[in-house]
């Protein structure tokens, strides 16, 4: 039963009122006849509820569908409705040398990038929460600012202090670019717990005869892991997807999926690009749930 | 081995110069069970995070039979403490929370099991070994970090208002079983509660605090019928503080609390002229006032204003004719004053306590 449905319909309007009703139902009853409209309105605003919700829904899961669609239609461009079921794009993609290549490059970049971040940020983030640091807004807002950039901006950047530098474009360097934007995710996710985080479970800890260093891997690390494990996966999946920084940072030969796409896309619109796009959901899924099934997030997080 | 601990001259000051203690002395004894009682914000809990260790003192040392440990880090201090919200690892079972210090011990796997055995066994937990502590209902909580706290074998153990987060019901339970168990382990027990009932019941020696300082220190009927300061009188139960000066009649020593009431004082009252004498509300009784009762109890006439029955006892709420209200106390005898009677009060002298300031 919905939460909000009132228990007893067949009762709601009824002057009457049984005989033996306990004095709660009573209580009830006669709220409900002070404001008889209350059920027409409760039932109302669930259909509302309900209207917004699947709004909602369709206007973030329409995009995947239509790539989906997209991928699995035999047509060489995008017609609807359509014509038949096929993989012949999927083989296509698979087939390709440059986008297996750079499939394979993207998935190396974003693992270094979630491994980089979430250490640089879960470290950042502690030392900003517990660190008593002169200045911790400040170096909380620094760690930040990648997001409030453009990151079109932050990867013109880099390309110019390369070039200055003379290091020519590196794989550390498109790391480096990448980690560089996705540590404000874990310095975020990794601070909310730790602000909820109660300070006593160390103190007891302590008291039970726990070194500090010790504290620290038996009892705070467990308990923020949800935090830092939440900032590592939105990491991995923004290097996985991320183009701005990259279209600056690649070399030619090492390029990520996303401009690989991209330059694909400027000469040819077919399915291929609606089977890499699927690829690329279903792997950033599979993160998810390998993260899932080894760490056990759901035990933390209400995913 | 539990042992005795010695607070000799503790101060906290946090910046901005706030005193959360200040310069207190407490000794307190092996296998004593020792409260230290106070409204909040009153220092007792800072006293005892200091004695844990969690907090330095600015000033001051914590000695422990004897050895000074003021500069010892909480983890090597072997004391157990039981939190006041409990304060039991999420991420752990039952058994790994039980097991945690003597883990830390180094301790070997098949001890460790046999402990944490016998210690669940002892506050009657014996097979939720494997709940997580959200799967446990507060007294089950309670008693866990209980064991987790007595199991280590600690010198000390170290209650932060244990018991403050559990229905009536339960918590007098704990509190016998608490108190059970302190006596079989002979344990040194250092208490902190808001609760002077609590603290009543339970303790061999009490320190009242108020704003960082040690008011009174004592047994709970040295506390309750003696105390030292006002603040201890008003705080410990209710009681009827008369002030006034004091005045040399036929009779003997008596207070003038003003408005014609003149209060007996017992002759070992000496003293400063200005005076505030307690009276316990139970020592107080009341008669009808139709037949005069002996003239050797000092007394005054009132009037009864309100009536508490209490199952066991009857409160009075009652206006002295010299415009004084008091509380008195009778044993449920049947009969009760109803509001508006005219009643006579009686009180032994002996019964007043003189009070510091």
Redesign the interface.
Known sequence: MPPFAPQTPSQEFSGALPAATSLRDRQRASAQSRRPAAGKRIRAGRALYLTVNIAVLIFLLAPIAIVVVFALNPTPFIQFPPVGVSLRWFQKFFAARDFMHALVFSLEVAMLTTACATLLGGCAALAIARGNLPGARIVLAVMLSPLMLPAILTGLALFQAYVLLDVGRPLWGLVAGHTLVTIPYVVRTTLAVLHNF?L??E??????????G??FF??TL??VKPGVLAGAIFAFIVSFDQFPVSLFLVSPGNETLPITLFNYLKFDLDGTIGAASVVSILLAFLVVLALDRTVGLRAYVKL | MSASIEIAGVSKIYDGGVRAVDTIEIDIRQGEFFSLLGPSGCGKTTTLRIIAGFESPSDGAIRIDGADITHVPAHKRDMGMVFQNYALFPHRTVAENVAFGLRMRGIDKQAIAAKVKAALAMVELSGLEDRRPAQLSGGQQQRVALARAIVIEPRVLLCDEPLGALDKKLRQQMQFELKQLQKTLGLTLVFVTHDQEEALAMSDRIAVMNCGRVEQIGTPVEIYDQPLTRFVADFIGDTNIFRGERVTSDAGPALAAGHGLFLALPASAAGTSLLSVALRPEKISLSSGDTETAAAASGARGTIESTNFLGGAVLYHIALDSGHRVLAQQPNAGAVFVPGRTVKLDWKAADLVVLKD
């Open positions: 109660d006593r479970l103190e007891a800890a302590r008291n039970l005869g726990a070194s500090p010790r504290t038996e009892v467990p308990l």
